[in-house]
């Protein structure tokens, strides 16, 4: 669940690295479960997305390989502060240990997702947020207001550029808002503005005047 975040706008990543053991022992209907994970996560480069790695020698029997890396996938696809995907992390399965009659898939899946929640939220998780690039080109009497409405928008104007009569001019600004700018350009320019608009990749997404939650809340 991500509390109303827009998928396509938001992820989570982590800015350094963390290691997370998660033991499940319980006795359930007279019977024994128990599996054990330690996981390892670290931060990769912006756009590589989500990395992978099995230990070599691990103490886990092959029979529940799948289960594991399910379980750290469970914990990669809901994030750990929205409930986003996250993104740029390398996650290995560094050792564990089983029970011969105890130990179960569905054990080891719950164990492998608790200790890669608890991984990356020791390697102190941020929120990115996408970000578009935009081409605009009006007649000139509009570039004043086009770089008004563009800044107003969160946006951050990259260079303006004369081709007389008409000014272009190259923006990036977060996703979530182009929209509504394109929509804003048209009204300023009544109609005049040719517009592109392409992906441009994440940024960590500024700070909240409040705490993540209530950024969250809002959303």
């Known amino acids: ?3 109303g975040l ?3 706008f938001y992820r989570e990543t982590v800015r350094d690295s963390g290691v997370a ?3 499940i022992i319980r006795q359930r209907g007279g019977m024994g479960v128990y599996a054990h994970v330690r996981v ?3 931060a990769l480069s912006r756009g590589q997305g ?3 790695a099995w230990g070599a020698g691990l103490n886990i029997p092959a029979r529940f390989a799948s289960s594991v890396i399910q379980g750290l996938q469970d914990a990669m696809d809901s994030g750990v502060l929205a409930g986003l995907e996250m993104t740029d992390v390398h996650a290995s399965i560094e050792s564990g240990s089983y ?3 105890d130990s179960t898939a569905d054990a080891f899946r719950e164990a492998a997702e608790k200790a890669t929640a608890e991984a990356l939220r020791r390697a102190h998780p941020i929120i990115l947020e996408a970000l ?3 081409s605009i080109t009006v007649p000139e009497e509009f570039i004043a207001a086009v770089e008004a409405t563009v800044a107003s928008y969160h946006g951050q104007v990259a260079t303006t550029q004369s081709e007389t009569p008409l000014q272009s001019v190259k923006a990036r600004l977060p996703a979530s808002h182009a929209g509504d700018l394109i929509a804003e350009l048209l009204r300023i320019s009544d109609g005049h ?3 592109s608009i392409a992906p441009a990749g994440f940024r960590p997404k500024p700070e909240p005047p409040d705490t993540i939650e209530q950024w969250v809340a809002r959303k």
């Open 40 to 42: 390892a996560v670290h």
């Open 50 to 52: 989500t990395e992978f």
């Open 21 to 23: 053991d998660e033991k």
């Open 6 to 8: 827009s998928r396509s």
């Open 193 to 195: 503005a040719r517009i």
């Open 132 to 134: 578009s690039s935009v």
């Open 1 to 3: 669940m991500n509390n």
């Open 99 to 101: 029970h011969e009659e």
